[in-house]
């Protein structure tokens, strides 16, 4: 059974930079794509970043790219955010799914393609 567990959320300013972790158990990272994504309230869930099984890939939505970087290791996924604006305020979710590379190139930042979820990890920037 997966289990995710998102943390380092908090408040920064503009400009600033956090590094989240998202601690996952139950699983292989070289047979689950993995992604984050971020939700502010009355808004649709955003997939901002993505790592392919295997993690030797990534994806990046066009709002973060240049500025956020998903990486991962045997235990933990994480997501270090630079030049933080208040636009990024939102709570912050990892995600897993098996999958293939191939299908999770293609739907990696879907919120519906994933069916485990962290509860979630607060973001401000002011």
């Known amino acids: 059974h997966v289990q995710l567990v998102e943390s380092g959320g908090g408040s920064v300013q503009a400009g600033g930079s956090l590094r989240l972790s998202c601690e996952a158990s139950?699983?292989?990272?070289?047979?689950?794509?993995m992604a984050w994504f971020r939700q502010v309230p009355g808004k649709r869930r955003e997939g901002i970043a993505a790592i392919y099984p295997q993690g030797l890939t990534t994806d990046y939505a066009d709002s973060v790219k240049g500025r956020f970087t998903i990486s991962q290791d045997s235990f933990k996924l994480y997501l270090v955010m630079s030049n933080l604006e208040p636009e990024d305020t939102a709570m912050y979710y990892c995600?897993?799914?098996?999958?293939?590379?191939?299908?999770?190139?293609?739907?990696?930042?879907?919120?519906?393609?994933?069916?485990?979820w962290g509860q979630g990890t607060q973001v401000t920037v002011s």
């Open positions: 139950g699983y292989s990272y070289s047979s689950y794509c």
């Open positions: 995600a897993a799914v098996s999958a293939s590379a191939a299908d999770c190139q293609r739907d990696a930042l879907k919120s519906a393609y994933f069916n485990h």
